[in-house]
């Protein structure tokens, strides 16, 4: 029997909420993870106050929050997401001749964890371990499109969370709702000059095998200096790839 029971159960509902395609209502998680409901009541209740679990008030349901995905993301970022994506990233700069990078979610920002430049291209500010935020990115924009609006809402509350960099990029919640619906309908995100001026990047997301964004693949060039089109072709395939890879879905 384990030594700390309110641990292990809240890693049973950590794990059952993880394996669910939608938010639960107590009840569900109460009898999926053998609690009382007013043990499961407490439980959630002190999860949705660390974020590890968001309480959807309209709906009596609890889904993951945004802490959960930070563990799950600190966990790509600790190696085996930079060794498996090494190759692939290389491939794409090869097949593009343009500079690529792999990002992952921080909070509301995005830290570059693998960067592969391209012979002959301007420099950037993606280096590795450099943080931006992720509402101006390209790889941001990625990984936010496929988190659920609960999510995203807990990042981005108010207009006061938004940062602004050169004047361009949305500013409030629902300019970000809005740019979030185009990225989902085109299938990749863009960013153009948001970041530098100058310089525009696309990017597609890297997802598990329940659907959750584990990190951002983009490629950033010249403005006028490539098709956008072509280049989310090529970046949407590698991040297929490494989603396959990782046991999520290609």
């Given at each position: ?5 309110a ?10 909420l ?5 938010p ?18 407490h ?21 993951l929050?945004?802490a ?16 498996i ?17 792999l ?7 995005v ?16 280096d ?17 499109a496929?988190?659920?609006?609960p ?22 919640p ?5 740019l979030?619906t ?20 696309v ?48």
């Amino acid at each position: 029997m384990a030594q700390v029971p309110a641990a292990t159960r809240t890693l049973r509902v950590l794990r059952y909420l993880a394996s669910q395609p939608d938010p639960v209502p107590l009840e569900a998680i109460a009898r999926a993870c053998a609690l009382p409901r007013s043990s499961a009541y407490h439980l959630v209740s002190a999860m949705v106050e660390e974020g590890f679990v968001v309480h959807l008030d309209d709906e009596h349901r609890y889904g993951l929050g945004v802490a959960a995905f930070e563990v799950g993301s600190g966990y790509a970022r600790q190696g085996p997401l930079q060794r498996i994506a090494r190759r692939p990233l290389a491939e794409l700069v090869d097949r593009t001749r343009q500079s690529a990078h792999l990002a992952v979610l921080h909070g509301s920002d995005v830290l570059y964890v693998l960067e592969e430049r391209a012979p002959g291209r301007p420099p950037l500010v993606t280096d590795v371990g450099v943080r931006l935020p992720a509402h101006l990115t390209a790889s941001g924009r990625a990984v936010l499109a496929h988190l659920s609006g609960p999510q995203v809402r807990a990042l981005y509350p108010s207009a006061a969370s938004f940062v602004v960099r050169h004047g361009t990029g949305p500013t409030t919640p629902s300019a970000l709702r809005s740019l979030l619906t185009e990225t989902r309908q085109r299938g990749y995100a863009v960013e153009t000059g948001e970041v530098t001026p100058g310089l525009s990047s696309v990017a597609a997301a890297v997802l598990d095998h329940n659907g959750h964004p584990l990190a951002g693949v983009a490629v950033t060039y010249a403005e006028g200096d490539a098709d956008p089109t072509a280049l989310a072709d090529d970046v949407r395939r590698t991040a297929r790839l490494l989603s396959t890879r990782l046991g999520g879905r290609g």
